[in-house]
């Protein structure tokens, strides 16, 4: 390595303390405004190029600087997204946070031509804010942001891993499989942000079906099944008189449970559950040794509600075991479950706790 290289490396080295500082700043404002956005991020990495790997580049790039200042990629930043236009809404975030440098940054999704396919990313070239007293000393470094999909990572990493750098390295058969692979991502990540909203707005149209009571058509899903607790007027008074939180979680399987027990239609359960509510919420205490739960979640209320309604009858044991025959199937799950449900229709009609019973 000649003798500007050198120096260039010894300036980093003697600053290294200060690219900590920096490094631990900034990742720490990016990911606290990614948290207030309500953003989802797959991954947020950062990383100071280690002195191999600035030694390797001064070797191939070093009389392009002149300083380790003009370095902009000595920190680097990677926010990986799960769906590409997540990569503008956290850019505004970025350039709220950072002063950027527009003419080192460049957003490479623009750069081939609208005939062509391959899988860029977002790169800005930052920088703190200045005037701020703690960092002023560290204000002036440059510092590079990638802001990517989850499938534009997957295609950068691959493609980095083969090694295809230019149209000219490998064969056109091979650069026009490329080609077709990025453009199927592409479309990839399209439908991915479609689906998203297509969930969303299922979610919204579920609501306003369900505060009109209209539920005759409306199917018993995850989705539904959040909708109804979080909007039902009866459901909710009675969890707050409780003092008990609902927690919207848990739902995953509560359809296959409420198909075990021939539950087919919103309407069919919202007259269940609002026939049970209260009982299943006291088997949840009696579950909870007659302590009353802080909390209770979305897919075990569905559970509670369920056993509750097994217990309505005088002789229940046949009903409950058919029940648990045809969710859990034959096995010692259902047998456990069916032993500690009938074990606690007997605490409660006995009204007496579980030492008690013992």
């Not at 920190?75 to 709220?96: N, P, S, T």
Request: net charge negative; aromatic share 8%.
């Amino acid at each position: 390595m000649n003798t500007h290289n050198e120096s260039i490396m010894t300036q980093y080295i003697q600053n290294h303390a200060k690219y900590e500082r920096l490094e631990r700043i900034v990742a720490q404002r990016l990911e606290n405004e990614l948290k207030q956005s309500g953003i989802m991020v797959f991954q947020l990495s950062h990383r100071l190029k280690t002195q191999d790997s600035l030694r390797g580049k001064l070797e191939k790039k070093g009389d392009k600087y002149e300083s380790a200042m003009d370095l902009t990629d000595l920190l680097g930043i990677r926010v990986i997204c799960y769906f590409a236009d997540d990569v503008d809404r956290i850019a505004e975030k970025i350039e709220g946070l950072f002063v950027i440098d527009r003419k080192n940054s460049v957003d490479k999704r623009k750069i081939l031509e609208d005939d062509q396919f391959g899988y860029m990313s977002l790169h800005y070239i930052c920088s703190l804010s200045p005037g701020l007293a703690t960092e002023e000393d560290i204000s002036d470094i440059r510092f590079e942001v990638q802001i990517r999909s989850v499938l534009q990572h997957a295609w950068a990493e691959i493609n980095h891993d083969i090694g295809y750098k230019s149209n000219t390295g490998v064969p056109h058969s091979i650069i026009r499989g490329f080609s077709r692979l990025a453009g199927l991502l592409e479309i990839a990540d399209e439908q991915f942000a479609q689906i998203r909203d297509s969930i969303k707005q299922y979610q919204s149209e579920s609501v306003e079906t369900i505060i009109s009571n209209d539920l005759e058509n409306l199917p018993i899903n995850e989705l539904t099944l959040y909708a109804f607790f979080q909007n039902d007027a009866n459901v909710q008074k009675k969890f707050l008189a409780s003092g008990i939180e609902l927690l919207m979680e848990g739902c995953e399987e509560s359809a296959e449970r409420l198909e075990a027990l021939q539950i087919h239609t919103m309407d069919e359960f919202s007259k269940m559950a609002l026939g049970n509510l209260e009982r299943a919420i006291e088997l949840a205490e009696y579950e909870n040794d007659l302590e009353k739960p802080d909390a209770i979640s979305a897919g075990l209320l569905v559970r509670l509600l369920i056993e509750a309604d097994l217990m309505d009858s005088d002789d229940p044991e046949p009903k409950i075991h058919e029940y648990f025959l045809g969710y859990y199937g034959e096995g010692k799950a259902a047998e456990r479950r069916e032993k500690d449900l009938l074990k606690n229709i007997k605490r409660m009609r006995k009204g007496k706790s579980l030492k008690a019973i013992e």
